[in-house]
């Protein structure tokens, strides 16, 4: 008989088995949040490199270089070539050796462009070593607006010719009329010592003459005269010996037109820096014209 307190165990026909508990899926959608059935996740690829981009910039980057080195090229040879065609043209006009020196520079930043337009903007040439009939000296020519085309007037043109110290002297004999020595050149005068007669007595004196221009011409008219420790200037000295010294004082022309191209006008002459600086312009006038391959004409 069964003991009435003690609790009866639950009769098993077998061996018990544990079901398993069901397997949620882990979510990251916020606690609280629902999920749609339809919702779909789309996952984006990691970004590939744009490599095609890279390409066409590095063929852009050496297109550019390469056009810049055609226009370097390109810009150095029309320069070389152009101030070849000048420096032959100057040297044809000054009647010079084919193998005389002539430097061009041409001014502004582009040639090409310049021929392009048809003008160079300004040219300066620098011939050294030019003879003017006695005289030798150096030549520079500065021109504006340059014709490509020579036959074309271009708009103006400078020369400026510099005779040293030492090479004045091939004209001062010339101009005194006899022998001279120690030319020099200072304050606006050329200094010499020449010989004059007085009364038959020879006299060594310092005879200063300052150049001017007269009739086209450089004439060179006596302004001073040292006698010992004395300087008189030209108007004393003929006030004080009158006609006697007449012959020292008068003025001496020297052209200069029928050594250089018609174009080419005389405008200025000056004393300068130990040097003897003359001028000469030309205004619309064809490089390559009748007016510079011409020689000019003393009057």
Not at 216 to 237: H, I, K, M, N
């Amino acid at each position: 008989m069964a003991d009435p307190t003690t609790p009866s165990e639950p009769e098993t026909s077998g061996p018990q088995t544990t079901e398993p508990e069901a397997f949620e899926p882990a979510t990251t959608e916020p606690e609280g949040a629902e999920v749609s059935a339809d919702t779909i996740v789309v996952v984006e690829p990691a970004p590939r490199p744009r490599r095609r981009g890279l390409i066409a910039a590095l063929i852009v980057i050496g297109v550019v270089v390469v056009l810049g080195i055609a226009a370097v090229i390109a810009e150095s040879l029309a320069r070389q070539q152009v101030s070849a065609l000048i420096g032959d043209q100057v040297r044809e006009s000054l009647q010079l050796e084919p193998e005389h020196p002539v430097e061009v520079t041409i001014e502004g930043a582009s040639v090409l462009l310049q021929v392009i337009g048809g003008r160079l903007d300004a040219v300066t040439v620098e011939a050294p070593d030019v003879a003017v009939g006695e005289l030798a000296g150096d030549l520079t020519l500065i021109a504006q607006g340059v014709a490509i085309d020579a036959t074309q007037p271009s708009d103006s043109v400078q020369a400026v010719y510099r005779v040293a110290e030492a090479d004045v002297a091939a004209i001062a004999g010339f101009l005194a009329g006899t022998v001279i020595n120690d030319v020099q050149l200072d304050e606006r005068e050329i200094r010499f010592q020449t010989a004059f007669s007085f009364f038959g007595i020879e006299f060594s004196v310092g005879l200063g003459l300052t150049p001017s221009v007269q009739d086209g011409q450089l004439a060179f008219t006596p302004s001073s005269v040292q006698l010992g420790d004395e300087r008189l200037d030209a108007a004393q000295l003929q006030e004080q010996f009158g006609g006697l010294v007449e012959p020292l004082l008068t003025s001496q022309s020297f052209c200069v037109a029928q050594y250089l191209p018609q174009a080419l006008e005389l405008t200025s002459v000056q004393v300068g820096d130990e040097q003897l600086v003359v001028v000469f312009a030309a205004e619309d006038a064809a490089l390559g014209g009748p007016e510079f391959s011409t020689r000019g004409a003393c009057g």
